[in-house]
């Protein structure tokens, strides 16, 4: 079973940046793609980045694109999601997630078995 753990979050100005962490433990994620999905107040979870097992694969959802950049260490058992210029939409509760196989070819939620508690970002005006 994994364990994941966010950390990061926070209130941020429009155009600011932040950094949200994700460590694992429990069972090794080196084998696993990861993900991090974000939920807005009365909206549905979606899907914001991945990367695959290996570090070398990545996608991300169309709104954010060119602003947030995923990467893992697979040695630290950890996965971050680097959040530039940030807008008020980006507003939301994010999670890390576990991915069943090692790709990414796949990102339904249904995919992700394993998920942490979420962080809450806000960005403000």
């Known amino acids: 079973q994994v364990r994941l753990v966010e950390s990061g979050g926070g209130l941020v100005q429009a155009g600011g940046s932040l950094r949200l962490s994700c460590a694992a433990s429990g069972d090794t994620v080196t084998t696993k793609a990861m993900g991090w999905f974000r939920q807005a107040p009365g909206k549905e979870r979606e899907f914001v980045a991945a990367?695959?097992?290996?570090?070398?694969?990545?996608k991300y959802a169309d709104s954010v694109k060119g602003r947030f950049t995923i990467s893992r260490d697979n040695a630290k058992n950890t996965v971050s999601l680097q959040m530039n210029s940030l807008k008020l939409e980006d507003t939301a509760v994010y999670y890390c997630a576990a991915k069943q196989g090692p790709h990414i070819e796949t990102l339904a939620i249904s995919n992700f078995d394993s998920w942490g508690q979420g962080t809450q970002v806000t960005v403000s005006s």
């Open positions: 990367i695959n097992w290996a570090g070398g694969s990545t």
